[in-house]
């Protein structure tokens, strides 16, 4: 199989798409598929069942992130709805951010989305999140895997090997940015291990992260333990797309 890149896009908190459609153009060549979020980091954003369509009509493949959090039962059949009339029909169910406003519904787990799903659909293909500890054996029924973001590839590949699974599974990495986006990651996810060599590195040159984040990707397909990468280049894409268009 073919090693896969899934690149997030960072979806629109206002009603245009210009800068999602620049997002799918420019790295249309190096994703094979596009993760979009769900008000991802709990804030409002267009929805990701539209961008996923939208991905799909300028000749993408797309997968629809959809959390517990913000919705219930009937909610999560609306939506699926919507997905099927659209014709999008890959799907990554996750917990959910803690919202910046409102509350957290408790009517749907990311188990119990999966179960409506399969009810709903045997056409659908659903994913759920892994972080690195040992995988429950209920996200075992899911069709495909992506493992938090990891700067080590050592830790992804004992994870890997502790927890075989017949699925994809699709190892997480993001661009750090700049030093206030990688300490704002560090005290959002307090187990993450972001080296502080990288992060020295950063106060000097705005190109660290990206090219970090490259050589993470190169050294895991070359490691042979994921199927691809779960690819989080936020802002930086267009300098992550140059650097690996050849390279992948």
Known sequence: ??????????????????????????????AHS??????????????????????QAMGGRSIACLNSRDRNLLGLRRDLLTAAAYGVDQFLFVYGDKPTVGNRTSDLTVRSMIDVAREFSPSFRVGAAAGLRP????????????VQVSFSLDALLRWREENPVDVPVYAGVMVLASQPHAHRLAAAIPDIDIPSELVERLGGDRMAGVE?????????????????????PVARYRDVESRLHNSL
């Open 135 to 146: 995988l429950p054996a209920w996200k075992r029924a899911a069709d495909f895997l992506f």
């Open 212 to 232: 970090a984040a490259c050589e993470q990707v190169l050294r895991i397909r070359d490691s042979g333990a994921f199927d691809g990468v779960h690819l989080i």
């Open 34 to 55: 596009f993760l979009i979020p769900d008000n991802h980091i709990g804030r409002a954003t267009v929805s990701s069942v539209a961008v996923a369509h939208e991905v």
């Open 1 to 30: 199989m073919t090693f896969q890149v899934v690149c997030e896009i960072e979806p629109p908190t206002k009603p245009d798409l210009t800068h999602v459609r620049h997002q799918i153009g420019t790295l249309g060549k190096l």
